[in-house]
């Protein structure tokens, strides 16, 4: 059952923790076995308690601008002289050798096929000889027709390419249409232009399909942005291109091409120390993209080609 509570219309008193009528008023609503009962409505006529605590000793006395000098208003800097041109100097003062050369490592790859275009990655990440992960996710989902890569120092790919995210995203609300690839792959250069000489390590690809049809960017650190057909960035490219280069044809099928780019990846993890973990290969098609290889361990592709060979592969 519901209960119903109105304010009688005659005088009432608290008795207990329940409203009662005096003895001969009337009640708003009479009804049989129903005891007329009322709750304090007054918080009505003030709309600002609702939003006040209960706790009488609460301070509730922040207004919205004392609120607002909390907020920071940008990235938090280096505590010296230039923090802009901090990284140059030190390199250039010599008081510590090697402190920006930072000993990054990955491999990943993208090439424009008459289907569209295969990105794969590893999923290495590594300072050094130091292996932080092996489950590193380098392909950037940026919408249901885009993708980015991610090579240098995770930490700046990973931030500025989920900014790029949000830019297309308010691009396709304000124009009402999805970005192209082109223009989003501008925007990331603009990005790192700005912010050129102050330390950013990316090496980035954006691939998708628009109304030209498969595009692939290659954008830099630098500003630097290429357009090509095939593109691989990351300490193990050199030997990525290698087996790229000598399987690469635009005429490949679906499935030559999702193979060629895992058996590139798997020889630059093989060559390459800073680059290992899994494999993992995306299609970009007209209908958006699709994960073909979710993670494939480099160690059992080893053994695979190995075998192919009639090798054992502990030679």
Request: include cysteine; charged fraction near 20%.
């Amino acid at each position: 059952a519901q209960a119903i509570w109105l304010k009688p219309s005659g005088p009432c008193r608290n008795s207990g923790s329940a409203w009662r009528p005096l003895a001969g008023s009337a009640c708003g609503l009479s009804l049989a076995a129903m005891a007329c009962a009322a709750v304090d409505m007054s918080f009505l006529a003030d709309p600002s308690r609702f939003a006040k605590s209960h706790y009488e000793d609460e301070d509730c006395t922040e207004d919205l601008a004392e609120m607002l000098d909390c907020e920071p208003s940008g990235f938090s800097l280096a505590p010296v002289i230039s923090p802009s041109t901090f990284c140059q100097d030190i390199k250039k003062s010599g008081d510590a050798p090697g402190l920006t050369d930072f000993k990054k490592g990955t491999t990943t790859l993208g090439f424009v096929f008459q289907h569209g275009i295969i990105i794969a990655v590893d999923s290495r990440a590594s300072m050094g000889s130091y292996i932080g992960s092996q489950t590193v996710r380098k392909v950037i989902v940026i919408n249901e027709f885009l993708l980015g890569t991610m090579a240098g120092g995770a930490a700046d790919c990973s931030f500025w390419e989920r900014h790029l995210t949000r830019l297309c995203r308010m691009h396709e609300l304000r124009e009402k249409e999805r970005i192209s690839v082109a223009a989003a792959s501008k925007l990331l250069a603009n990005i790192f232009f700005s912010y050129r000489g102050r330390g950013l390590s990316c090496g980035t690809m954006v691939a998708g399909w628009d109304k030209t049809g498969p595009n692939l960017y290659m954008v830099d650190d630098q500003g630097d942005r290429y357009k090509g057909q095939r593109f691989s960035v990351g300490s193990g490219s050199t030997y990525a291109y290698g087996v790229m280069d000598s399987g690469y044809r635009h005429d490949l099928s679906i499935e030559e091409a999702v193979e060629l780019g895992r058996r590139s990846i798997y020889h630059a993890t093989h060559r390459d120390g800073a680059s290992g973990g899994v494999v993992r290969v995306y299609h970009v098609h007209e209908k958006g993209w699709t994960n073909i290889v979710e993670g494939q361990d480099v160690n059992e592709l080893h053994y695979q080609y190995a075998k192919e060979k009639g090798l054992s592969g502990t030679e």
